[in-house]
């Protein structure tokens, strides 16, 4: 191995292969590697100016077996001869590479393997190389973040996760263990990582160089810190979109739109945000409303402003071969190639293909498109729906950007889709940017994403699924999350155990970050409004979706708990001011506010939303009890003010009307 000090950076190279080691930040380190000449100067997630540092750089050992170490801060990293790194908080190793292989001091147990720590095959037929980066296992280790899958689990290790986007999984490559450390996999690549017994193996298919960014810190709420001040933090999130967001699927009309606006006004429930959803346009890729049954969207998006609501609209990235924008945008090359077959990414209710937002020509196209036909109108947001992108079949390999093929790349897209509609509206000087989307990559925070979870069913599993999605993605940085209340696929709205799951789902919901309505109501019985193929009135619409849609007894209950949410204004304004300044998400794991009790790391069913309240959401069918662990402190139950002290756990009353919360004292 031969060993150099470039400035600070530590340079390494041995067999083909550069390693580069530098500080990145408070008690940060930056390692990248290559087998190519020189590194490709891509930032990807770390796009912020950190302050200068002064890490110190020693190399050791001569012609025998050399080795050298960086230190920045509390962070220490050495590697030996054979090019295996180690890494240190404080003193103490919190990682190490895994090396099974000939020669040296490394595991010379099981040097016959041939296993390496970094291994590199090229992609046959292409440039690039997969890459395979082995890590050993630490005991006992527990591991959180990582984004959204759609699994049980809250504590990763033992799982397997495909580094991939789809339709409700979110792949955001930053894991926070409870050994004191955070790991940013800095590489958009599709891949897959496995956090084993044996060892984890991170994995992308197609790059041109390894980069991944660790940091230390004592606890959890400091590792999102320093994440977050080097992959940058969300802005303040707007006041006035701080209470009920109001949608479903579909609203068909501005007539329906306004209807329902008009009665929640008259029923004195203030709603913050209204939501149309998608196929209000003509065609996919029109980026337009369809005027039979939008015929002045301005008049109705004024009388909407003059109630103190904001308008969201839904834009897809799917173009239809018949809209009057396909032909101009593929001439263009401004939609994604396919390298194998018909040129078609998606084929729900059309022929697509999706545009490709890493081409600057097709972000400043589609933004001049919506801007005419929507933002003009006086429209305050973007639902970007379909944000994956959502592919009618995941395979990557057949799929190519403007600069790359989709494998090396992909996970980028859902940033680089929200940034069409950010970058703009920033540069237009409109506040607090905020746009609705269903994916997320790492540093995705920065750009006004509100993510939700996706496409879920409605069931009481999928339901107890969300809160480890949400837990996790404010682990990775996402504190701007939430869901549809009540889960997206509903085949019944009027069968009572959904209704009972719509309400424990919207008690939750009170509790998080972004209050929002939504769903697919079954059954389908409402006809078309018209008997053509295409526009706004051709295709089904759910059940109504409003507080007052489920039956007098339940709209009591969503009106308590809208109360509820009303009255945590202040407090939930801190809380995004925290966001904003430190990454905190708003709803939290128990370790992040108690990372010294052990019992914290165990909870999964329980969370804090903030530093304040502990709640504790039911996820079964006719449970109206339930055990919950109160941390050390006073706590007072809020149903009744009943007086605990923590260290213990407690068995309280669920009626449907109520959701155990417990106030910090």
Partial sequence: MDFKNENGVLIARRNGETLRIEAWGKDSLR????????????????????EALAPTVEITGGDGEPSASITNGRIRATVNFAGVITFYRDG????QEYYRSYGGTISKESRCLKVINREWKGVIGGSDYSLNLKFESNEGEKIFGMGQYQQSYMDLKGCVLELAQRNSQISVPFAVSNLGYGMLWNNPAVGS??????????????????????TVADAPKQILANYTNATGHSPMFPEDRMGLWQCKLRYRTQDEVLSVARQYQKEGIKIDVIVIDFFHWTLQGDWKFDATYWPDPKAMVDELHSMGIKVIVSVWPSVDRKSENFYPMMERGLLIKTERGAAQTYDYQGDCVEIDPFNPETREYVWEVCKRNYYDFGIDAFWLDNSEPDYGVYDFENYRYMDAPALSCSN???????????????????????????????????YGNVVWSGDVPSTFEAFYDQLQCGLNMGLAGIAWWTTDIGGFMTDDVNDPDFRQLLIRWYQFAVYSAVFRMHGDRGPYDIPALDDRDWGGGYLHTGQPNELWSYGEDNYKIMKKYYDIRISMHDYIKD?????????????????????????CWELQDQYMFGSKYLAAPIFKLNQFERDVYLPAGTWKLTSDGSIYEGGQTVHVAAPIDYMPVFEKM
């Avoid at 390692?31 to 950190?50: H, I, P, Q, Y």
């Avoid at 990582?193 to 660790?214: C, H, L, P, Q």
């Fill in 31 to 50: 390692v990248r590697a290559t087998m190519f000449s020189k590194f490709t100067g891509n930032d990807w997630a770390l796009t912020e100016a950190l």
């Fill in 92 to 95: 103490k190793q919190i990682l």
């Fill in 193 to 214: 990582v496995t956090f084993g017994r044996n060892y984890t193996e991170w994995i992308a298919r197609s790059t041109k160089e390894m980069d991944y960014w660790i």
């Fill in 412 to 446: 980028m897209y859902p940033q680089m889709y929200s940034r069409i509609f950010y970058d703009k509206m920033k540069d237009l000087g409109d506040g607090n940017v905020v746009n609705l989307l269903r994916c997320a990559w790492a540093g995705s925070q920065k």
């Fill in 575 to 599: 809380l995004y001011k925290e966001a904003s300044k430190n990454g905190s998400p708003l709803i939290r794991a128990m370790f992040y506010e108690f990372p010294e009790d052990k019992t």
